[in-house]
């Protein structure tokens, strides 16, 4: 076989692709940032203020809802004593407060002969209508005098579980003197003890149906009533019996609860605001000279916010609170008889 003479295959070398150069674009800055402002170094607490975060606020707190409780809810006394026991013929009472809701118990003792002259007893804080029978009832009742004796809620034999120091007490007061008007009554006057004083004064500045006021140690303000008391307890620390510190801090403290968990402005009625609206009214005043629970002071500061002339105010030496009577009974009776003679 003849071998072709092939002429040798040329083969192109493959040449690699040629980059075009890159131009790269002329870089923009980024834009600075601001400067931030720089931020003001708070300033460290002063020991007063870490002294009120940390102790005196949670201290004014336990103070305050506390008292409030010991304030509204004194704990209820059974009724101690009877008409019948007194010797005077008495019928029962059972009435609701003004609040439409609050049972209210209490008794009328008639006068003998008929009068319409009535004397309605109010007894303090944490009391009970049977201790107003017994010291006030029988000699009331020998002068002439109808007798409406009843328990404020929250005592005795009323309905109700707790007290707020006078405010919703004037209802119960109201519904009392409307159950003397309608015993026939028509010259009316209320004697009371404490709160029941103060009760007293401050439903008659809204009550035209009162003829006249025998207050009886009767505190200023709820704050000064609050105040002493706060001042004279101790606090338990263990072992250790101290005196409560801030008292006065601490007073407010606890009007401020009272208000909260009542919902009422129960300081709005502070029997000082009202006496100018008794001004035309008679008004006995009577405070115990040694009296450490509600301050003599609390009585001067009344009779002078009093613009009346008809008012009168007897300090009596010797008594504590609510003492008055007890201390000195023939010279308070003869007193207060002499006051309602010339008010009735």
Not at 143 to 156: C, L, M
Request: aromatic share 8%.
């Amino acid at each position: 076989m003849a071998i072709s003479n092939l002429s040798p295959r040329v083969v192109s070398p493959r040449l690699a692709p040629v980059a075009s150069p890159s131009v790269k674009a002329p870089s923009t800055p980024a834009p600075a940032k601001p400067a931030s402002a720089p931020v003001p170094s708070q300033p460290k607490p002063s020991l007063w203020q870490r002294f009120e975060r940390w102790i005196l606020s949670p201290y004014l707190n336990y103070v305050g809802k506390k008292g409030a409780q010991q304030f509204m809810y004194p704990g209820r006394q059974a009724d101690s004593t009877t008409p019948a026991q007194l010797g005077l013929q008495g019928q029962t009472l059972n009435f609701t407060s003004a609040d439409g809701k609050t049972p209210i118990s209490g008794w009328y003792i008639p006068a003998v002969p008929a009068s319409d002259k009535t004397i309605v007893l109010a007894h303090g804080h944490g009391g009970q209508m049977g201790e107003m029978l017994s010291e006030y009832a029988p000699w009331l009742h020998k002068a002439g005098y109808n007798i409406v004796a009843f328990d404020f809620r929250g005592s005795g034999s009323s309905g109700g579980d707790r007290s707020t120091i006078g405010y919703e007490e004037r209802d119960d007061l109201k519904a009392a003197i409307d159950q003397a008007v309608a015993k026939g009554g028509k010259n009316i006057a209320v004697l009371g003890v404490s709160q029941g004083g103060a009760t007293a004064l401050e439903q008659a500045a809204r009550d035209p149906r009162v003829n006249a006021v025998i207050d009886d140690c009767a505190f200023d303000s709820l704050y000064d009533a609050v105040l002493p008391r706060l001042q004279a307890a101790t606090l338990n620390i263990g072992p250790l019996k101290i005196h409560y510190p801030f008292t006065k801090l601490g007073a407010q403290a606890i009007v401020d609860e009272v208000t909260k968990e009542t919902g009422e402005p129960v300081a709005s009625t502070d029997p000082i605001k009202l006496m100018p609206k008794l001004a035309n009214r008679p008004v006995m005043i009577i405070h115990g000279a040694a009296d450490d629970e509600t301050l003599p002071q609390d009585s001067v500061n009344l009779y002078n916010a009093d613009p009346g002339t008809q008012k009168s105010l007897w300090m009596v030496p010797g008594a504590g609170h609510a003492e008055s009577y007890k201390t000195d009974p023939k010279d308070y009776q003869q007193r207060v008889l002499n006051f309602l003679q010339t008010s009735l």
